[in-house]
């Protein structure tokens, strides 16, 4: 039985996971928050690739002040531009200039706003984040392509009230990047296991 054809108007808000028959190893089993998508192409951050490197060596190597943990974690957002750095967090209000994505979900674009933290100390203990370095980006009609032939399963992002059949902005601060890319297909009933060997497209219902 064949697959229904997924719709791609935009895949903006949706996590594309990786099918294991996807040979480019920048997106092995890779989990991508989809940011922006139209005719002119696609651009998403990797959320479950993380890095050795930590968020104090970085602030420390652009000589700004970082006033969260100078252990937390680094990932890596994809193969292009891996010095511009990404953070998404949970924070409003502390970033004037972020990017609302979803109830809970804001994203700063700009290094010195994420690590200058100078007058306010960011978030607090409670304050959840996610720093990333680099990006994954498609050309015009690039995506969609890659998504008919099978390479890549959505998985739609909810906001907390949403009935459908997803992932919500816990599961993305929440999850262990090494179990996200399963748990991702579990939520919306795919079982990673029968990806192997499997051809044609993934239905987001």
Known sequence: MSEPQQET????????????????????????LMLDHGEQG????????????????VAESLELEWHGDPDAQI???GPVEQIRGWFLHD?????????????????TTSL????????????????????L??????????????IAAGSWVLVPVLEDDDPRAGVNVDFLFETDPERMWAEALQAIGVDPQRLVG????????
């Open 133 to 146: 370095l680099g990006y994954a980006g498609w050309g015009g009609g690039q995506l969609e392509s890659e």
């Open 9 to 32: 108007t935009s895949l903006a808000r949706h996590l594309l996971c990786a099918v294991p028959q996807l040979l480019d190893p920048n997106f092995h089993r890779s989990v991508v």
């Open 112 to 131: 010195e706003s994420i690590l200058r933290d100078e007058q306010t100390s960011f978030g607090g203990e409670d304050a959840r984040f996610l720093f």
């Open 91 to 107: 924070q409003s209000g502390w970033d004037a200039e972020a990017k609302r994505l979803l109830s809970g979900l804001w994203l």
């Open 42 to 57: 696609a651009l998403g951050l990797v959320l479950n690739s993380p890095m050795s490197t930590r968020v104090g060596e």
């Open 75 to 77: 990932r890596l957002g």
């Open 198 to 205: 499997m051809q044609g497209n993934f239905s987001l219902h």
